[in-house]
């Protein structure tokens, strides 16, 4: 697909807003004030909550051998510092020929993989490769989906599958870049195998850093605190006695209390 395609095509709520969104700002553009927009697809890199970590959860809920339809469907994924370029030639290009005002761009690292193989590349950096394979048909998988939502409403409990991440698994995602690479001069610097592999580098660090916490308590967090461990996506905090959650969803930084003990999830 390219810039052309329609935007009330979106069918979930989140692609709804955001093409709300777009429409106001590229309505704005003016004389007085240029303005486009830009598309970046699924966003990864170092720092990243969302995409390899989520990915990586499978290896410990044992969900890594499941397929869910063909396995073969599209994906487009931009690494962080990518996206990050993109941004900036559209600031320079509205400061300079402005050649992009008023116009959207699909940013990406324009090189489509299946996502069932984006999967494997994460895993693999972790160590884990699939024992086995099983083909899930979409129908049976959205289903489930469904059921795992309400589940997860009556329990409280998180869970990988939803009918989101169905349609996401499913679905074909990839869009031509040539109009980027006309307008603004985009292209990608950092390619997909090494994009995964500098995000699964400080994923994994993040992860030696909570089993240093766990097994050596407090003191031992402040050695690493000491020698410079980072304290990259730290997402739950819990008390030391009674593993009593006190916070979540925050990113700490700095000295660690004594009375705290750090995990990341």
């Known amino acids: 697909m390219d810039e052309e395609l329609s935007t009330q095509k979106a069918s979930l709520t989140y692609g709804q807003s955001k093409a709300a969104a777009e429409a106001h700002v590229l309505a704005a553009n003016s004389a007085h004030m240029n303005t486009c927009a830009v598309r970046p697809s699924m966003v990864f890199g170092p720092g990243d909550t969302q995409v390899v970590p989520s990915i990586h959860a499978c290896i410990v809920k044992g969900e890594t051998p499941f397929i869910v339809g063909s396995g073969d469907n599209l994906y487009d994924f931009t690494f962080v510092t990518n996206a990050a370029d993109a941004h900036v030639l559209a600031v320079e290009n509205l400061l300079g020929p402005k050649t992009a005002a008023g116009e959207a761009f699909f940013i990406s690292n324009q090189e489509p993989v299946p996502f069932r193989d984006f999967c494997l590349a994460v895993w693999a950096e972790f160590g884990h490769v699939p024992p086995y394979q099983v083909h899930i048909p979409a129908t049976v998988a959205w289903f489930a989906g469904y059921l795992a939502e309400w589940a997860t409403r009556l329990t409280g409990s998180s ?107």
């Open 159 to 265: 869970a990988t599958l939803s009918r989101g991440s169905v349609k996401d698994a499913c679905g074909t995602r990839y869009a031509s870049g040539q109009k980027a690479k006309k307008a603004l001069g985009y292209s990608p610097r950092i390619g997909l195998v090494d994009a995964v592999r500098l995000s699964c580098q400080v994923s994994l660090s993040n992860l030696r850093f909570s089993s240093v916490l766990i097994k050596s308590g407090i003191q031992g967090a402040r050695t690493e605190l000491a020698s410079g461990c980072p304290l990259m996506n730290l997402a739950r905090a819990v008390k030391l006695q009674g593993w009593r959650e006190v916070s979540s969803g925050t990113s700490i930084q700095g000295n660690v209390s004594e009375d705290v003990l750090f995990l990341v999830i």
